[in-house]
């Protein structure tokens, strides 16, 4: 055998055992990736949240970001539910403020409702 032949094999087994390495990194990692705790799922659960129904005395301010839904707005949510729809998650706004524009979706639908019990009140 040629040197050259033999340093292609010698080349080629070499990468063969990187590629080995690689694959049973990978696999030990996607094992050892933990699976979400309920301690996860409550501080996911208490993200802050934006408001973004119209501003109601007591339950909310218009684009106003709460690391806790207000009593007020709590109360408000219990009697009609959809006002909850109001409250998102802040990387969701732009998808809000696109309903809110065009006058479709289920927040528009929950905005109005806000905006007529402000008006009754």
Known sequence: M??????????????AEVKDEVVEETKVEEAAEPEKTEEVAE?????????????????GIQNRVYTEIPEGAAALIKEHPEFGNLFIAIEEYPK??????????????????????????
């Open 96 to 121: 809000a403020n696109r309903m809110l524009r065009e006058g479709t979706g289920y927040i528009f639908s929950a905005f109005n409702k806000a905006l007529g019990y402000k008006n009754n009140k």
């Open 2 to 15: 040629s040197k050259s032949t033999k340093k292609a094999q010698t080349a080629k087994e070499a990468e």
């Open 43 to 59: 501080a996911t659960a208490q993200e802050p949240k934006m408001y973004v129904g119209p501003t109601i005395p007591g339950a």
